[in-house]
């Protein structure tokens, strides 16, 4: 059985759009691959193949393409994690900057 990636815990704001919609959500924890993003309404309907969301972090912004993988529910509002279909360069090198100089989170160390 293959093991969960390396999730590192964050707080940034979210804008997922469906194609006529946009949602707001906190991105609560990210892997190289994938995120979590928590607080959508649970009028947002997941069964799209992939959206679209601008993540905001520390004054930057980054358009992911995103797919969702999991769904939780709790009636009101809900936690979807997505998968990472395609991201820029620069949300790669922010990962880069969570990484604390004596550890490689995303490795494992």
């Known amino acids: 059985m293959k093991n969960r990636e390396n999730r590192v815990d964050v707080a940034m704001q979210s804008t997922l759009a469906d194609g006529n919609y946009f949602f707001d959500g906190q991105v609560t924890n990210i892997s190289r ?6 607080g959508l ?53 922010h990962l880069n900057t969570l990484d604390p100089p004596d550890r490689d989170l995303w490795n494992g160390g």
């Open 41 to 93: 309404p649970c009028k947002f309907s997941a069964y799209a193949k992939a959206y679209t969301t601008i993540v905001s972090a520390q004054g930057k912004s980054f358009r992911l393409q995103v797919e969702p993988s999991w769904l939780k529910s709790d009636g009101l509002n809900q936690d979807i994690g997505f998968k990472i279909i395609s991201s820029p360069v620069d949300w790669d090198l």
């Open 33 to 38: 691959n994938g995120l979590k993003i928590s």
